[in-house]
T-cell receptor, first 113, second 113 residues
C-alpha cells in the first residue's frame, strides 16, 4: 500500500550542485505533479505530466526540469541549485478522470547552502 | 486566473470548541473544491471534496458546503480534538485542463487540551 513514494526525504546541497528528486506511484495514475511548499505561500505547481513522455510547465518552472520516461515515475531535476530553491517538494498523482483527488507523497526537504 | 483565499492563522482553539476556517475562490466555470490536511512532517491528505454547487463534503466530523453564490467553501467542525492540530489547505480544480490544483496558503490549527 505504498501510494506515492518520494526519495530522498532530506538533502543538503551547495549552490551550483545538481540533483534529481524521484517520485514513484504504484496506482497506475496517468497524471503526476511536482509542487514546492514555502512558508506563507501554500503549494505552487512546478511542472506536471499527463502521461508517459509528456511534461508541461506549471506556475514556477524556472530552474527545474522534469522527465516522465515511465508511467510510474516522475523525476524533478535541479541543474544548478540556488538558495532560492530551498523548500519542501511534494509529488502528487491522480487518475485521468473528473473529480478524482490528487494523492501526495510525504515530501522531500531540500536545503541549498 | 484561478485563485483561493483562506483565512490566515494560526487558529487557536480549546478542545471541543467549534471550528470554522473560511475559504473563498475565484474561478471561471464550475470548479471542484477540496480541503486537504497536512500533519507535521507529512504530505497532504484529502479531507473532503465537493464537485458541484450545494454539494456538502464531509469526513471525520468535518464539513464544507460548495456555495457558488458566495464562491465559498468554508470548513467546519462542531467539536475539535487535539489530534486535529494540523495545517488545512483549501484548493480548487478547474473544470477544464489537466486536473491541476490551485491551493490557498494554508491555515494552521492549534488545539489545546
Amino acid at each position: 500500500n505504498a501510494g506515492v513514494t518520494q526519495t530522498p526525504k532530506f538533502r543538503v546541497l551547495k549552490t551550483g550542485q545538481s540533483m534529481t528528486l524521484l517520485c514513484a506511484q504504484d496506482m497506475n495514475h496517468e497524471y503526476m505533479y511536482w509542487y514546492r511548499q514555502d512558508p506563507g505561500m501554500g503549494l505552487r505547481l512546478i511542472h506536471y505530466s499527463v502521461g508517459e513522455g509528456t511534461t508541461a510547465k506549471g506556475e514556477v518552472p524556472d530552474g527545474y526540469n522534469v522527465s516522465r520516461l515511465k508511467k510510474q515515475n516522475f523525476l524533478l531535476g535541479l541543474e544548478s541549485a540556488a538558495p532560492s530553491q530551498t523548500s519542501v517538494y511534494f509529488c502528487a498523482s491522480t487518475r485521468n478522470s473528473v473529480n478524482q483527488p490528487q494523492h501526495f507523497g510525504d515530501g522531500t526537504r531540500l536545503s541549498i547552502l | 486566473g484561478n485563485s483561493v483565499t483562506q483565512m490566515e492563522g494560526p487558529v487557536t482553539l480549546s478542545e471541543e470548541a467549534f471550528l470554522t476556517i473560511n475559504c473563498t475562490y475565484t474561478a471561471t466555470g464550475y470548479p471542484s473544491l477540496f480541503w486537504y490536511v497536512q500533519y507535521p512532517g507529512e504530505g497532504l491528505q484529502l479531507l473532503l471534496k465537493a464537485t458541484k454547487a450545494d454539494d456538502k463534503g464531509s469526513n471525520k466530523g468535518f464539513e464544507a458546503t460548495y456555495r457558488k453564490e458566495t464562491t465559498s467553501f468554508h470548513l467546519e467542525k462542531g467539536s475539535v480534538q487535539v489530534s486535529d492540530s494540523a495545517v488545512y489547505f483549501c484548493a480548487l480544480r478547474a473544470d477544464s485542463g489537466y486536473s491541476t490544483l490551485t491551493f490557498g496558503k494554508g491555515t494552521m490549527l492549534l488545539v489545546s487540551p
